[in-house]
């Protein structure tokens, strides 16, 4: 009889999903080391540089700086020092938002957008070659199992009954 209670999952079950997270830590962790070795030999900047771009890259109008920390799922102050950065070497351009004193919009220059077409080509083509023993059945199989999980994660989500 079921009372409206999850059920306690079996140990092996729980141990399995277990062995999961820490395999898909693993590979995250070891993807990324690469990918940040990559960007430091081949275009001299960092991975947190190269994801402000991408998110901002989505944005040709720009994204006010909190929405670009919110993008990115970092603190506002963890994106300034790195959009000051940017914004010194030229790849990114600050803006005041009407109507809102304290606000800054910030977008890519044009040299910003030519640069982030160059780095994300490469990691294009790096991502390719680091998972390339998976099949291209495969990689839709582990996105479907991926796409399963996320509904599970957001800030709706139940809280699990003890």
């Not at 890259?57 to 700086?65: A, D, I, P, R, S």
Request: hydrophobic share 40%; charged share 30%.
């Amino acid at each position: 009889m079921n009372s409206g209670r999850k059920s306690i999952p079996s140990e092996e079950a729980s141990k399995t999903r277990l062995r999961l997270w820490l395999r898909t830590l693993k590979v995250s962790r070891m993807i990324e080391a690469e990918l940040r070795e990559k960007l430091r030999k081949q275009f001299a900047t960092t991975l947190p540089r190269f994801d402000v771009m991408a998110g901002l890259y989505q944005y040709h109008e720009g994204l006010k700086m909190s929405e670009l920390s919110g993008l990115l799922k970092v603190s506002n102050g963890n994106v300034t020092g790195i959009v000051d950065r940017l914004v010194k070497d030229g790849l990114v351009l600050r803006s005041e938002v009407p109507g809102d004193r304290r606000a800054l919009r910030v977008r890519l220059s044009g040299n910003g957008r030519a640069e982030f077409s160059r780095q994300a080509a490469a990691h294009e083509i790096w991502i390719d070659e680091l998972l390339g023993n998976l099949s291209v059945t495969d990689a839709e199989a582990v996105l479907g199992h991926f796409d399963s999980i996320i509904p599970g994660l957001g800030p709706d989500r139940k809280k699990a009954e003890y």
